[in-house]
Nanobody, 125 residues
Framework: QVQLVESGGGLVQAGGSLRLSCAASGRTFRTYAMGWFRQAPGKEREFVAATTWSGTNTYHADSVKGRFTISRDNAKNTVYLQMNSLKPEDTAVYYC??????????????????WGQGTQVTVSS
């Protein structure tokens, strides 16, 4: 099992940057693929980015490609989401998630069995 705690959210002006962190407990962190999702008010939770257990392969939603970058440090049991050129439409609660499933697409929310509490990101225009 793994427990996840996000940090790094906040209020930022459009065009600014934030780096989210997700600290995981448990010695098996390096065996999990990790993802970031977000949920804006009145909308469904959506995929943002994901990385395989080794960090070799990463995936980003089209809406954030070229602006957001996911990375992980298995020695620190932490996954990051670097967010640059933020837009007001990026405003949402951002969730970190872990997937122990070997088969399937990491862009699919159903692949993830462990979730953090979320961190609010607000981008002002």
């Amino acid at each position: 099992q793994v427990q996840l705690v996000e940090s790094g959210g906040g209020l930022v002006q459009a065009g600014g940057s934030l780096r989210l962190s997700c600290a995981a407990s448990g010695r098996t962190f390096r065996t999990y693929a990790m993802g970031w999702f977000r949920q804006a008010p009145g909308k469904e939770r959506e995929f943002v980015a994901a990385t395989t257990w080794s960090g070799t392969n990463t995936y980003h939603a089209d809406s954030v490609k070229g602006r957001f970058t996911i990375s992980r440090d298995n020695a620190k049991n932490t996954v990051y989401l670097q967010m640059n050129s933020l837009k007001p439409e990026d405003t949402a609660v951002y969730y970190c998630a872990a997937s122990g499933t070997l088969m399937g697409s990491l862009t699919n929310i159903r692949m993830y069995g462990y979730w953090g509490q979320g961190t609010q990101v607000t981008v002002s225009s």
